[in-house]
């Protein structure tokens, strides 16, 4: 499995100078399965990017949207396989009784916010509602709602004995500390829990949370909290607020380490989510290391 990081940031997209590093897309990972599929986890403006590295003779692939806040689903109609006519996409998010999938997503997809209707895209699109467990290629896919506003679904991605969680909006803490409660009353942990790969809303420091509960993110103490009671091997935070740096977030990483090891995690298990970055499976170990090259659009 290759993981592949196209959009890290929350909320909305703050490219700039300061922000170059870490990167200014919205949230997007592509997934590169052991058979090739190919999987998109949310579709924010990172998704242009996945969408521009693509093979021309890529012809089937899948999103899966977490929720359909607009940092989630704004980088659709700049997702350049949509346009080709021999492509067939399948687009998957979590159900609504107030309407169906892809009449949600129209909502965006049309006038006066876009020049193109859903019903004018030239490839063979679907929207589904996701189901509890489906099979995409070589890999299991399990989804379950996740403490967050409105509805929103977390993924654990399980193959060739590999298994990535990918929760990248989420607020276990909300009312509850995650150190004492069971695991079955903590918020998505059956999706985490003894993932090579988390990736974690990691979005607030802990003197920011105050000003921002039940926004629907984390603390910093409440992801590694969430990280250490799921044992997950490896986490990447990820969602960060538009408003802090790379210089910030350097500071957020070291303090995510410090933290990390003061609980006893191991070295290294902890860190903060860069734009064109990879991970890959080592077949030696079988764990998540970053790769040597980066992503690239294009690439």
Known sequence: MKVDLWGTRGSVPSPGPETIRYGGNTSCVGVTLSDGSLLA??????IRNLGLALPTDITRLHILLTHLHLDHIQGLVFFEPLFRSQ???VIWGPASPEASLRDRIARYISAPLSPVEVRELPCDVTFRACPEELEIGSARITAASVAHRGPTLG???EDAGAALAYIP???PALGADLEALEPEWISGFALAQGADLLIHDG???????AAHLGWGHSALSHSLAFARRTDARRTVLTHHDPMHSDKWLDAHAARAAADW????????????????TRYEVDP???????AEEPVAAGA
Do not use: S
Request: aromatic share 8%; net charge negative; proline share 0%.
């Open 41 to 46: 986890l949310d579709a924010g403006t990172g």
């Open 87 to 89: 492509a067939e996409v």
């Open 155 to 157: 993924y654990r991605i």
């Open 169 to 171: 909006d989420h607020e």
């Open 203 to 209: 979005q607030y420091a802990d003197d920011e949370y």
């Open 261 to 276: 090891e003061a609980r006893g995690g191991a070295a290294g298990a902890i860190e903060v989510g860069r734009e064109a």
């Open 284 to 290: 030696a170990t079988g764990e998540f290391a970053l």
